[in-house]
């Protein structure tokens, strides 16, 4: 019953965020045209660059500290003053890479877009809420208030809307844009704002509160920042390769139906990521042993199992709705395509219960390298399947990829498991 009401508050907040979202798309069709419309684009992209980066990716290392794996309740003020300073840390490198960049992005990323230079102003004032944000969220998550977590999104999003209309009607073109900026930024700032409400246990007089130095703090915050980081900007570059061998081998309107199918997977794939990054990492990070009990570990793949078997239930018997509705009637011959993604995606979601199990017991390095190897494989199979049976050939790829990397995250978690209770690893 507690699973359900988590998964429940999520999907009413993630709804709200990408319908957001696509208004914000919607808006920046209308004041742009088909001619400018590219701007958003590169914008979008531009800002999941800077969410990816801002804060050092210390989300996660904040949620294990507040989960209380890692360290005793009395001490989170201290790690999160660290926090803090590695956030500025971050705000400076990103703002001046942000001006030092600027003539490079007008010209080239927004094509030379009139008043492009406000959109680097807009981007620059972002970086301090993003990046204070992964503070916040870290905390919501290592309390395991997904209800809180759920409002930030929620109050975010209509924050977020509210002032994008305002912008969209008061600047028009320039005005929507910046608007799509200000809505990450009202995402960030009421993560910030209910981040900052719940309140740090305060130091007992008979509990010794053990100090360690800052870098010690920053090397441990880091390590999840860098698994977050190389989670978020591997794949995504991955993509862009097999994209190239899909065109160069792909046969009529393949490439565009495999990227439809792409966009879709986007879509339904977000609540079970966003379960796996706030329920099920703050879970498991909430123990110092590095040992993992067997129940937890199966609750954890029964839960994902449900939630991602009844979204490929969904997704399949209401396919030929959804293309329809995202879509045009020149994309209907992707419905054959869609039950290949979606035996990959349940494959790769399924493979992430492993790793998160592994980050949240501390085995960071192992993830990390976990990254690359998922993507080289992903890439070396494309190599050989793509250019042998088409885009077929890239979904076989997909499929083979994330079966063996679900074989491989089972048998490392098994492998805790069987680990010394007192055994602590950080590494």
């Known amino acids: 019953m507690k699973d359900l009401k988590k998964v429940a508050h999520l999907g009413v907040g993630l709804a709200i965020k990408l319908l957001a979202g696509l208004f914000s798309v919607k808006l920046c069709a209308y004041y742009l045209g088909p001619e400018n419309f590219g701007v958003s684009g590169q914008l979008g992209s531009l800002l999941s660059i800077i969410s990816l980066l801002a804060g050092g990716g210390i989300s996660a290392g904040i949620t294990k500290i507040y989960a209380g794996g890692a360290c005793p309740p009395e001490s989170r003020s201290e790690w999160h003053r660290a926090g803090g300073r590695i956030v500025i840390i971050f705000i400076c490198v990103l703002i001046i890479a942000l001006l030092l ?18 959109l680097i102003a807009g981007l620059t004032l972002a970086v301090v809420p993003l990046s204070y944000a992964a503070i916040g969220q870290g905390r919501i998550n ?36 910046l608007g799509m900026i200000w809505v990450m930024v009202a995402q960030a700032l009421a993560m910030v704002l209910i981040g900052r409400l719940l309140k740090d246990k305060k130091s007992s007089p008979v509990t010794e509160v053990v100090v360690t130095k800052f870098w010690t703090k920053a090397r441990f915050l880091l390590g999840y920042g860098v698994l977050s980081i190389s989670a978020g900007a591997v794949l995504p570059v991955t993509y862009i390769i097999i994209r190239l061998l ?14 439809a199918t792409l966009r879709i997977s986007e879509a339904y794939t977000q609540l079970p990521l966003l379960l796996l990054s706030t329920v099920l990492f703050a879970r498991f990070a909430g123990s110092t042993s590095i040992s993992v009990e067997f129940q937890k570990v199966k609750r954890a793949y029964a839960l994902m199992a449900i939630v991602m078997g009844l ?27 869609l039950p290949w993604q979606l035996i990959g995606d349940a494959l790769r979601i399924m493979s992430y219960v492993g790793t998160t199990i592994l980050a949240a017991k501390g085995a960071v390095r192992v993830c990390v390298v976990g990254e690359f190897v998922q993507c080289a494989l992903l890439l070396a199979t494309n190599f050989v399947l793509t250019p042998l049976f088409d885009v077929y050939g890239a979904y076989a790829a997909y499929i083979f990829t994330y079966a063996l990397y ?19 690893a950080y590494s």
């Open 101 to 118: 960049a600027a003539e490079w992005i007008v010209s080239r990323l927004f094509n030379g877009f009139q008043n492009g230079y406000w």
């Open 142 to 177: 290592g309390l395991h208030r997904d209800d809180l977590y759920a409002a930030s999104l929620i109050l975010g999003s209509l924050l977020g809307v509210l002032g994008l209309i305002f912008l969209g009607k008061l600047l028009g073109a320039e005005g929507a844009l």
């Open 246 to 259: 899909i065109r160069a081998h792909g046969k009529g309107d393949e490439f565009g139906f495999w990227q």
């Open 311 to 337: 979204i490929t239930i969904f997704v399949y018997f209401t396919r030929n709705y959804w293309i329809k509705l995202v879509f045009t009637a020149e994309f209907q011959p992707m419905e054959a395509y």
């Open 406 to 424: 679900f074989g491989a995250s089972v048998v490392f978690v098994l492998k805790l498991k069987n680990r010394s209770a007192n055994a602590i």
